[in-house]
């Protein structure tokens, strides 16, 4: 417990306030309180824990990673990776292969129907491909590095799918032209 007096200034003319002492305590809550909140956090934190442990078993059980679960939970049901491919650079004229890992998350077979390319410069595999039920395949594009001295080249690729809610599986290929 602490005490604190408070002091008159006279020289400036200011009075004190009434109270001459202010005592200062502290207590922890009763031991019925604290029962109290245990009581009421408890099943909340139950119930986080159980779902928790549900969508982890649930992702293990369908996925190769807790990744995939959640790509799968907002909606994607194929999956390019990396989604951006950097090349070497090269001179003009010269031809760079990327590749690219297309993942199903899907308990169904994917075709994948054709691709659209940014440019005539970038050539794709034969299609189509089918992709089974969890499974991924490697897709493989070339660029041919057109363009000045120096320059920076970003093309696109699109890969048609049969899937009516997600027809389209969008990757880049990026490269440079040099001296």
Not at 60 to 80: C, E, H, P, Q, W
Not at 97 to 104: E, G, L, T
Not at 137 to 158: H, P, W, Y
């Amino acid at each position: 417990m602490t005490n604190h007096l408070e002091q008159t200034d006279s020289s400036q003319g200011i009075e004190p306030p009434a109270v001459a002492a202010v005592v200062v305590a502290s207590q922890s809550p009763p031991a019925k309180s604290r029962l109290k909140i245990r009581r009421e956090i408890a099943p909340g934190l139950c119930g986080i824990a159980t779902v928790l442990v549900g969508f982890f078993s649930w992702s293990a059980i369908n996925f190769d990673s807790t990744r995939d679960a959640i790509l799968y939970l907002k909606g994607m049901k194929i999956v390019a990776e990396p989604t951006v491919f950097h090349v070497a650079a090269g001179r003009a004229g010269e031809v760079r292969n990327a590749s690219f890992q297309v993942r199903n998350l899907t308990s169904k077979p994917i075709t994948v129907l054709g691709a659209r390319t940014s440019c005539s410069c970038v050539a794709t595999e034969s299609l189509p491909i089918l992709i089974p039920p969890g499974s991924e395949k490697t897709f493989g594009a070339t660029l041919r590095l057109d363009g000045a001295s120096n320059e920076r080249i970003d093309q696109s690729v699109q890969y048609v799918t049969d899937l009516t809610d997600q027809p389209l599986v969008n990757v880049r290929i990026t490269g440079s032209v040099s001296e």
